[in-house]
Structure formats: structure tokens, C-alpha cells
């Protein structure tokens, strides 16, 4: 074995989100009116929402994915007034700072899970990491680096770059490819027998499931390599499985 890919959300970094707070849209609307973008807190999460509908409506992919970013620039292009603040969509980070701040919003807890830090500081030495995540970049790329693990990554998948989710196959060949190793030379780590085993046992991958309290467990559906309750394992499991190889 050669690559240990991870998955990110649940399995090495625990949050929690409520994007139907309405508080959240309330304070959004509050910032936006500085911005001349006079929606009222109901008509941004309704916008929010609807447009979320939509581009998954219109997808053809099997396991769709969004992009907030594109939904962002809708709403604002189509509220802004430029005669009080023009907002030079197409020329600043403006769109991607109120993705940010809308995640940030809606965040009500995020942390590493325990001793994450140190079991990916000791695969670093031995093994080339890398991340496919169900995720949008401009909020998982911050987050990584808000907890130092960021850099630990030789490659980063994210699905918002490609229009679909796991578990397609797609996501992970394409880290596998950035990473330069074959199927059979990497395993994935995720919280999830469906999107995350499944995907990665479907490419050839073998694959850890990690027991967190999220996810689906049910192995009826994809059957993983190895099994651990956290992150935190895997060093352990690893030196034993190479013991007995």
C-alpha cells in the first residue's frame, strides 16, 4: 500500500450545520443591505433553496452536486443594485466571501476529532494522503487549514469542482491519479458503506470504516477492508495488517 485517501466531514473532522435556521438568513439579509441587496431573511433562504432545487433537478448526473457558488452569484446578480453598491461580481471574492459567511453562520460545532492531528503526522511519513470529499471548495480548503492538516494532503478531491458526489467512481479515480498510484496501491477512509465504501470498493480500493456517530453502517451494502471506531486507529491497524502480510 502506497496512499491512504480520507474522507473529510464525520470522519476526520466533526461539525455540525443548520442551513434551515432562519436566523442565518435574517443575519445574511442584514449584511447584504449594506451591500445595496435588499432581500428579506425569507426571501434569501427561499432563493437559497430554490436554486439548490434546481441545479440538482437540471443535473444529469446520478449523485448530483451543487454549486454555491453559482447560486450565490444568481442571487446577488439578480438583486444587486448598482446605483447604491456595485458589487463587481465578476471581478471580486465577494460571492465566495458570502459562501463563507453563510457557512459560518450556520456552523454550530466543528473540531478535529480526537488525536486525528497525530495519526495523520505518523501516516505522513509512510504513506502519500489524500482527500475526496463530498464538499464545497471554498469552505473545505479554510477548514482543513484551520485545524493545520491542510499541507498533510498530496492530493484533494472535491466534489463541487466536478458536478457529482460520491459514490462515483470518478472522484476517486481522480485522486487516485493525482496521488500517481493504482487502485489496488490505496485505501479509503469514510464513515459512510454507501458513499464512501461503496465508492471506494467499486474502483478496486480497499476501504475503512470508521464508526463515528454519522453515516451509514450498514455493510449489507458494501463490505469494508477493515473497521475502526475513529481516525485515531488506523496507525495501529496498519503496522498489524503489514505485520501479518
Not at 469552505?139 to 482543513?144: D, G, Q, S
Amino acid at each position: 500500500m502506497k496512499a491512504i485517501v480520507f474522507d473529510v466531514y464525520t470522519t476526520l473532522i466533526d461539525i455540525s450545520t443548520d442551513e434551515e435556521d432562519w436566523h442565518v438568513y435574517d443575519n445574511l439579509a442584514k449584511f447584504l443591505s449594506y451591500r445595496g441587496v435588499y432581500l428579506s431573511a425569507d426571501e434569501v433562504k427561499w432563493f437559497y433553496f430554490e436554486k439548490i432545487a434546481k441545479q440538482l433537478k437540471n443535473s444529469k448526473e446520478q449523485y448530483p452536486e451543487i454549486d454555491v457558488g453559482r447560486i450565490w452569484y444568481e442571487i446577488l446578480s439578480a438583486s444587486e443594485n448598482k446605483d447604491v453598491y456595485d458589487l463587481k461580481l465578476n471581478k471580486s471574492t465577494f460571492v465566495k466571501d458570502v459562501a463563507v459567511l453563510h457557512r459560518a453562520l450556520s456552523r454550530k460545532r466543528i473540531r478535529l476529532y480526537p488525536r486525528v492531528f497525530e495519526a495523520l503526522t505518523w501516516l505522513k511519513r509512510s504513506f502519500k494522503l489524500g482527500v475526496v470529499s463530498d464538499a464545497q471548495r471554498c469552505i473545505v480548503l479554510p477548514e482543513l487549514k484551520m485545524f493545520g492538516i491542510h499541507d498533510m494532503f498530496d492530493a484533494i478531491v472535491v466534489s463541487s469542482d466536478y458536478g457529482f458526489r460520491k459514490p462515483d467512481g470518478r472522484l476517486f479515480l481522480s485522486c487516485l491519479k493525482k496521488l500517481g498510484v493504482s487502485p489496488e496501491e490505496a485505501v479509503f477512509v469514510g464513515n459512510d458503506t454507501f458513499r464512501d465504501i461503496q465508492g471506494a470498493n467499486s474502483v478496486g480500493m480497499g476501504s475503512v470504516l470508521v464508526m463515528t456517530e454519522y453515516g451509514n453502517k450498514d455493510q449489507s451494502i458494501a463490505k469494508p477492508t477493515f473497521i475502526v471506531n475513529s481516525v485515531a486507529e488506523l496507525p495501529g491497524i496498519l503496522i498489524s495488517a503489514e505485520s501479518k502480510a
